[in-house]
C-alpha cells in the first residue's frame, strides 16, 4: 500500500511539474499574441481620433463627452483617448479620459523625449487597462501625443481560463496515469515479482512441478534460469543422499559424481577428444530465433557425461542449419548452452559428401552388412573414395587439435569412422586411441562381402582399443581379423598383433544414465483415457513400442504379431491399443522410404481389420518425439515390445524399464538385441515367429503383478549396477590401463 501511493504522489507531482512548465510557456505566447492584435486595433483607431475634424468638434464646441465621441468610442472598443500638446494642452475624448492620463504623465514623456510609441497593461479598480502612448510628427518634429486606453478584461479571463483548464486537465491526467500504472505494476511488475519469489523457494525446497512455465514472455530467461538453478540443486540434493547411501550400504555404483572424480583421475593432464559423426547439440531457426536442441542419440548420452567431466573436446559434423551462426572463427563452440563444460568443434561436410560418405558406403553398404536383416549392402567406388576422403577432414582436425598435446586420449564413435583410428595413428603414434562400434559386427563371411574389408579392418586396428556391445560381436571381430589380414590373433586375452601395434578388443555393454535417485525422483501417475484423448481413442489397456524407422527393427513383424494376437483374443479388441512411435530416418535412402510406406499400410491394413468406434488396434505416430513426450506412454504402458531383426544393443529396453516407478509393465524383446543377454526378466521373443510373439503379447497382458514387480526390479537393479557412468569408468579405465601395455 505504501508503495502504491509513493507511486501516485510521485506521478502527480511529476505530471504537475511538466503541465505547469507547458502552461507557462502557452500562457506566455497566447497573452503576446493577444497583446500583438490589441495594439494593432489601438493604432488603428489612434489614428482615426487624430482626424482634425474630431479635433475641431472638440474645441469649437467643447463636446468631450458628446453622443458622437461616445459613440465613435465605442466603435472601436476604446475606453478614452487624450491628445497631449503639453502639460496644459490637452483634449480628452470619454469620460474617464482625464483621469486615466494622470497615470500616464511618466510614460508620456518618456514616448515624447523618446520619440518612440510606449504600450503597457495596468489595473484600475477592477479594470485591466492596455493604453499606447503614440507620438505624432509633423516636419520632423512630435507637435502630439495620443493616448489610447482600451479595455484588457477580456485577456485576463483567456488567460484565467488557461490556467483553470490545464489544471483541470493535467489533474484528471494524472490521476488516470496513475490509477493505470498501478494497474500495470501491480499486474505486470508486482504479479510477476511475487511468481519470482515461488520460483526461488520452488528452487530452493527442489519443488520443480512449480517451475514449468514463465507468466510473462519477458521472464523467460529468468525462469530458464531458476528451473536450471532448481534442478542442479535437486540433483545435487539427490545425489548426496544416493552417495550417503551408497556408503552406508558399502555399494559401489557408479553416478555422475563417482565419474568426475574418476575422469579427473585416469586422465591427469591429458585431453580427452570424442569424434563422431552426430553433433551433441545442434542450432536450428525457429522462427527469428535461434534455438538450440539436442539430437535423439543414445551414443550422445552415453559420450556427454565423460565430456562434462573433464571438460573436454567433441569434434562432429554440423548438421543444423544455424550451425555456422554459432560458432567463432575455430568453428567451435562451449556447451551445454544453459552451463557451459566442454568444446564442441564443428566440421561442414558438402553435399556430395554427406551423399556418398553418409548416405552412400556408412548407411547403404557398411549398416546393411553389419546387419543381418536380409536387405543387400550396396558398394559403390564413388561412396568409397567420399568415405577416405571424410576420414581424412576429421583425421586432420583431430591432429590440429592436438597438436600441442603429447598423449591424447581419443574415442571414435561409430562405423562412420572405420578408417580413422589408422589415419591418427601414423601422425600421432602417442595417442591412446578407442573406437566403439555401436552396431552389431557380422560373421567373417558376411563381413566379407565388403570390397574393402581389409582396408576398414586395417582403419579399425590402428586403434589400441575396439569396443564392441557383446562378447559374441567381439568374437565375430575376431574371427574377421584372423581370416583377412596376417595378424596374431591371441584368443586368451582378446588381442591382436600386428607388426608391433597391440589392440584390444573387449565387450562394453552401452547402456542409459539411470541410478537409483532417478527413481525415487518420479512421480506422475499416468491416465490412459487422458493420454489418448487427444487422438480421439478410448482404451484400458496399450502397449508401446518405440523406433526409429529402419528395415532392422522388426517393425513389419511387430504389427503381424499384434494381428495375430487380435486374432486370437478377440476379447481385446476394442480394449487394447499398442502405440507405435516411429521417428523418421535417413528418408533420402529408397529402403527407408519404403519401408515408412509400408509401415503405414500395414497398420492401415491392420486397423481396418479389427475397426471399431473410437478405438484402434495400432497408434502409429510418425515423427520425431523428445523423451519427455514419450515418458507417458513409457510409465502407463502395459508391456513394451522390442522387435529388433538385429541390433547392437537397443536402449529403449532399458529406457523402457527404467520408467517403471507407477507401475510395472512387461519388456518383451528381441533375442537379436544386444540388450537380451542383460536383461534377464524380460520376455525374449525371436521376432520371425510371429505365433510366439502373439503368445507373449498374451502372456505379458495377463501376467500376474507379482511377477511383473520381480521382473521389473530384476532388470532395474541390473541397469543400476551397469549404467552408463559405469560404462564411460570401464571405458575409460581400460583405455588407461593400455598406456603401459600397448606399443
Request: with cysteine; glycine share 4%; charged share 25%.
Amino acid at each position: 500500500m505504501k508503495i502504491n501511493l509513493a507511486l501516485i504522489l510521485s506521478i502527480i507531482i511529476a505530471v504537475g511539474i511538466v503541465a505547469f512548465c507547458f502552461t507557462y510557456f502557452q500562457i506566455l505566447n497566447e497573452k503576446e499574441r493577444l497583446a500583438n492584435e490589441l495594439e494593432e486595433k489601438v493604432r488603428i483607431s489612434a489614428g482615426r481620433f487624430s482626424d482634425s475634424n474630431l479635433l475641431m468638434i472638440e474645441k469649437n464646441s467643447g463636446l468631450a463627452d458628446s453622443d458622437y465621441i461616445n459613440k465613435t468610442l465605442l466603435q472601436y472598443r476604446l475606453l478614452a483617448v487624450a491628445i497631449y500638446y503639453r502639460s496644459d494642452s490637452i483634449i480628452y475624448f470619454g469620460k474617464s479620459a482625464e483621469s486615466l492620463v494622470k497615470l500616464s504623465n511618466d510614460y508620456v514623456l518618456q514616448a515624447e523625449n523618446g520619440n518612440t510609441a510606449l504600450h503597457n497593461f495596468f489595473t484600475v479598480g477592477n479594470q485591466y487597462i492596455y493604453q499606447l502612448i503614440m507620438p505624432v510628427k509633423s516636419n520632423e518634429e512630435t507637435d502630439k501625443v495620443i493616448i489610447c486606453y482600451s479595455e484588457a478584461n477580456y485577456i485576463k479571463n483567456i488567460i484565467n481560463k488557461i490556467w483553470l483548464g490545464n489544471f483541470f486537465r493535467w489533474f484528471m491526467q494524472a490521476l488516470i496515469i496513475s490509477f493505470v500504472t498501478v494497474l500495470v505494476v501491480r499486474w505486470g511488475v508486482f504479479s510477476p515479482l511475487r511468481k519470482i519469489v515461488e520460483w526461488i523457494k520452488a528452487a530452493r525446497i527442489g519443488n520443480i512441478e512449480e517451475l514449468k512455465k514463465p507468466p510473462a514472455n519477458f521472464l523467460k530467461s529468468l525462469h530458464n534460469e531458476i528451473t536450471g538453478i532448481a534442478k542442479a540443486m535437486q540433483d545435487a540434493k539427490l545425489s548426496a543422499e544416493e552417495e550417503a547411501r551408497l556408503r552406508a550400504n558399502a555399494e559401489a555404483v557408479w553416478t555422475p559424481e563417482r565419474l568426475k572424480v574418476e575422469v579427473k583421475s585416469l586422465l591427469h593432464d591429458k585431453k580427452l577428444v570424442v569424434v563422431s559423426n552426430r553433433e551433441p547439440y545442434m542450432h536450428i531457426h525457429s522462427g527469428k530465433e535461434i534455438k538450440c536442441i539436442v539430437p535423439a542419440s543414445g551414443m550422445i548420452t552415453a559420450m556427454e557425461p565423460i565430456l562434462k567431466a573433464c571438460g573436454g573436446l567433441w569434434i562432429a559434423s554440423g548438421s543444423g542449419d544455424a550451425d555456422r551462426e554459432t560458432v567463432n572463427s575455430n568453428d567451435s563452440i562451449q556447451v551445454p548452452p544453459e552451463d557451459p563444460k566442454y568444446t564442441l568443434r564443428r566440421l561442414w561436410l558438402t553435399k556430395e559428401e554427406e551423399d556418398h560418405y553418409y548416405y552412400g558406403f556408412s548407411n547403404e553398404g557398411l549398416w546393411p552388412l553389419c546387419h543381418i536383416a536380409h536387405t543387400r549392402p550396396v558398394f559403390r567406388e564413388l561412396d568409397w573414395d567420399y568415405y577416405k576422403k571424410v576420414n581424412q577432414h576429421f583425421a586432420d582436425a583431430v591432429i590440429e587439435e592436438t597438436k600441442n598435446d603429447a598423449q591424447p586420449i581419443i574415442l571414435i564413435q561409430d562405423y562412420h569412422f572405420a578408417l580413422l583410428p589408422e589415419l591418427i595413428k601414423k601422425r600421432k603414434p602417442s595417442a591412446r586411441i578407442a573406437i566403439f562400434w555401436h552396431i552389431p559386427w557380422p560373421n567373417p563371411e558376411s563381413f566379407g562381402i565388403c570390397p574393402w574389408q581389409n582396408e576398414i579392418l586395417k582403419g579399425m586396428l590402428g586403434a589400441d582399443l575396439i569396443g564392441f556391445h557383446t562378447q559374441y560381436h567381439c568374437n565375430h571381430f575376431l574371427e574377421t581379423v584372423n581370416n583377412s589380414l596376417e595378424s596374431r590373433v591371441l584368443w586368451e586375452n582378446f588381442t591382436i598383433k600386428i607388426g608391433w601395434h597391440t589392440t584390444l578388443v573387449k565387450p562394453f555393454p552401452i547402456s542409459i544414465a539411470f541410478t537409483r535417485k532417478a527413481v525415487e525422483s518420479q512421480s506422475e501417475q499416468i491416465n490412459p483415457a487422458r493420454l489418448f484423448n487427444e487422438y480421439g481413442i478410448v482404451t484400458s489397456l496399450f502397449g508401446i513400442g518405440v523406433d526409429r524407422i529402419d528395415y532392422t527393427k522388426g517393425i513389419i513383424e511387430k504389427f503381424l504379431a499384434l494381428e495375430r494376437f487380435f486374432e486370437k483374443n478377440t476379447e481385446y479388441i476394442g480394449k487394447f491399443t499398442f502405440v507405435q512411435i516411429g521417428a523418421p530416418s535417413r528418408t533420402l535412402i529408397k529402403n527407408y522410404a519404403d519401408m515408412a510406406n509400408a509401415i503405414e499400410k500395414e497398420a492401415d491394413r491392420i486397423n481396418w481389420r479389427f475397426k471399431s468406434k473410437n478405438w484402434k488396434a495400432i497408434l502409429l505416430l510418425k515423427r520425431h518425439h523428445s523423451h519427455e513426450e514419450i515418458k507417458p506412454f513409457y510409465q502407463g504402458a502395459e508391456l513394451c515390445l522390442v522387435t529388433s531383426l538385429h541390433d547392437g544393443m537397443n536402449l529403449v529396453a532399458k529406457e523402457f524399464v527404467s520408467e517403471q516407478t507407477q507401475k510395472s509393465g512387461v519388456l518383451i524383446l528381441s533375442r537379436f538385441a544386444g540388450a537380451s543377454q542383460q536383461m534377464k526378466g524380460a520376455i525374449i521373443i525371436n521376432p520371425y515367429d510371429i505365433e510366439k510373439t502373439s503368445q507373449a503379447i498374451k502372456m505379458a497382458l495377463e501376467m500376474p503383478q507379482e511377477e511383473r514387480d520381480s521382473r521389473i526390479e530384476m532388470m532395474r537393479n541390473d541397469i543400476i549396477a551397469n549404467n552408463i557412468y559405469a560404462w564411460a569408468a570401464n571405458l575409460l579405465q581400460t583405455m588407461s590401463k593400455l598406456n603401459t601395455s600397448s606399443t
